[in-house]
């Protein structure tokens, strides 16, 4: 559960990431976003990035929870560049849907 949590997290870091930058935001929204907006979307993913490798540490514990999240994060990080690559438009749903799903799932699962 905390894995796919961790998942969730860095996959909508980096897909934010990518949405704040000027040729992958043109990708996605099919306009540049202001700059204002590129630079709350650029902060925004790397806090979400930094918040996965919570889960990962609680699940896992300091030594195997940081080499799950290193594991995490190549995994999130090949998704979101095959999407930027092959269907760059769905990314902007399918990162808070998974993020969301997952949080969803976390929540339920603790009662």
């Given at each position: ?24 935001g ?15 979307l ?13 889960p ?56």
């Amino acid at each position: 559960m905390m894995d796919f949590l961790a998942f969730a997290l860095a996959f909508a870091g980096f897909s934010t990431i990518a949405m704040g930058m000027e040729g992958h935001g043109r990708q996605v929204f099919g306009r540049v976003p202001e700059e204002g907006r590129r630079r709350l979307l650029k902060l925004a993913g790397w806090v979400l990035l930094l918040l996965s490798l919570v889960p990962a540490l609680a699940a896992r514990g300091p030594s195997i929870g940081t080499v799950l999240w290193l594991s995490l994060l190549t995994a999130a990080g090949f998704i979101v560049g095959l999407m930027l690559s092959y269907r760059p438009r769905p990314l902007r749903v399918v990162g808070p849907a998974l993020l969301a799903l997952a949080v969803a799932v976390w929540a339920l699962a603790g009662r």
